[in-house]
């Protein structure tokens, strides 16, 4: 479904991918796992289009290099920022709707879903964004990437920071997300949720993928998770 | 009390058409991240262009006719010239805007000459509203009071309720975001450029025959409205509209001021300073001083405030 060939990425002169490689199948939960500054969140914006980029990205039998980022959204591709980018002038609810990528837009899920699985969302639907507590705009985040029914949703970090009782609702509604046939690219430090939600695994080392596997494999290899995770 | 009066309506008046030139510059600044010389040229050629048309088929036709056109220009100057340089970053954008700037300036009066133009008040509008005391207020005044007012409203409706607007507010703050929303982000850039020139046109158009319509005009009021978004802070349209306001009643009340601050001293009774340069220094009188005093308020402003009085961004 996605499909990176030889990736370079440029940050102005600095070059911070070099030549990556990985895919991601239809309905697949795959994690991109690796320290702070190897490149994972400028491998996600490089998809996006928002980073300068050599080599090939397919999503869907077609090419993306080259193409704005809102042409890559409009071909099914969603993207929830590390930092969460919520809109804080405007309110929870206004955020939503800015999801969808138009008025007439129906697709997988609607406003009333978003506010079943996360009934905070409701309460606080007129409250200014900027203002709602740090889980709450993870949520936030997280479902207006939705309201714009992605076929593939791109996600980073997005446990980081949270209380151990969000970071389990969070794994909840990724489970329910690929329940409805959208793949995820879940990009992490901490191993906490991608073992458990995973079917396969990139580890990622200066701009090069070290490793890839399933869940058990990384489990059983200890040199790589001493090298390129543990702190 | 009358002098008080009269001040806060034409300062109220000068503080409305400030807002309407800033509010398109203070969007563009905190969006694109471009601060846009070029925009005092439009209201510049709002005026221009309204004389022009008003010449032909009269002010009315005009009224509409030359901020179109001046939105046609921006979106334009946008389009082809503004989005191509962004590649090339902030400095070169910057330069790009001061060129417009420029070029606008001199082709002015290779067009219309160097000399004011005779653009008139409407016949409609040119009598007195009312008198105050003994004061006359023209109508023109409140016209451009109302078509001021009336423009910021439907500025602020189409901000708050409409689907455009808060795309437009999302990409105050986070454009790249938008973008991967799914918006056109570009394509925002440009209607928002052009509508921006647009209402700067406007006020051209309305202030152009109320002051004067000559090609100094862009140099005069361009600096005032930066003024305007540094002390309003970088983006804030609340910010620019208070700014605006303080600004325009401040200059039309110092400007009216005959007093020198050896009158202010004497008043507290220090009236024994010695001629010299202090008591030279002394005998400027207040309204002398006006035309440096939205400068002085934003120097001490980047100093004191620097992200004037409601920005959300230090920068």
Redesign the interface.
Known sequence: MLQLTDLHAYYGKSHILHGVDLHVGKGEIVSLLGRNGVGRSTMVKSI?G?VDIQGSIRFQEEELVGL???TI??RGLG?V?EDR?V????TVK??L???M?S?KQTGRWSIDDMFDIFPRLRERADTLAGVISGGEQQMLTLC??LM?DPDLIMIDEPTEGLAPKIVAQVAELLDEIKNRGISILLVEQKLTIALKISQRLYVMGHGKIVFEGTPEALRGNSPVREEWLEV | MEFFLISMLNGLTYGLLLFMLSSGLTLILSMMGVLNFAHASFYMLGAYFAYQISVFIGFWPALIIAPILIGIIGAVIERYGLRRTHKTGHVAELLFTVGVALVIEELVPLIWGRVPMDYKIPPQLDFTLFTLFTTDFPAYRGFMIFISVFMLVLLYLVLTRTRIGLIIQAALTHPDMVGALGHNVPRVFMLVFGVGAALAGLAGVIGGNAFVTEPGMAFAVGSIVFVVIVVGGMGSLEGAFVASLGLGLIQTFMVAIDYTFADVFAMVGLDSIPPGTVGDMLSVKFSQMAPMMPYLIMVLMLIFRPRGLMGARES
Request: no cysteine.
């Open positions: 996006m928002q704005a980022p809102h959204a409009h993207y920022p980018s809109f804080p002038g405007l206004q955020n709707l800015l999801g990528k008025n207006r990437t714009g």
